[in-house]
């Protein structure tokens, strides 16, 4: 492997190594109660070395949604290149998701996914920054339709439709049910919320 490649992966090493520090004391304390210093102590490095990697403490626990930012746009670039509609290709990788238990879709109750989901949701400061992601993805995926205001309009709903459903999942897999109850539903929610999308955005379908 190359130099370069070698230091790719020590820093996504380091990424993952520091973020997982700082959401299990954050789990364990509360996000407010924990500081940047006490993160930066415990994975034993320097405040001013963490900040080169985070910019902002939310950063510590949005790192894991990183992978996702631009999933949609690049589930659209394959499809595409395959020659498959856009929508039938998101709605099948949600689905995927689901059935795979990935925690982006809120179909999982392992409990360290509980936790984090639990920090994340109940943390105002989290859920703002959370935002913030969501509006990335949203601008990744309507480059990728077009970049014009209908490619905007029809993105801003595809992201909408993906973080209520997964939302949903979510509560009720905090209000005590399983994930292997959730699924069913939730896949039935997730056909239902494509059949709709597909229905005003015809273009995509």
Known sequence: MSETGLRERKRRRMYQ???DIAVRLFVERGFDAVSVAEVAAAAEISKPTLFRY????EDLV??????????????????RAEGVAPLAA???????GI???????????????RSFCALLYGTP????RLHAYLERSEAALAEVL????????????????????????WR?????????????VATAAAERAFAALAAGLPELA
Do not use: C, M, W, Y
């Open 62 to 79: 949005l790192h894991r949604f990183a992978d996702h930012e631009r999933e949609a746009a690049e589930v659209v670039v394959a499809a």
């Open 90 to 96: 998101l709605r099948r990788n949600f689905l995927d």
């Open 146 to 169: 077009g970049g014009d205001l209908d490619a905007r309009l029809a993105a801003g709903q595809i992201v909408a439709v993906r973080r209520i459903l997964a939302q949903e999942n």
């Open 172 to 184: 009720r897999i905090e209000a005590g049910e399983r994930a292997a109850d959730v699924r069913p």
């Open 17 to 19: 190594a520091v973020s």
């Open 54 to 57: 985070f910019p902002a403490k």
């Open 99 to 113: 059935a795979a238990s990935d925690p982006i879709t809120g179909v999982n109750d392992h409990p360290e996914v």
């Open 125 to 128: 400061a989290l859920v703002a």
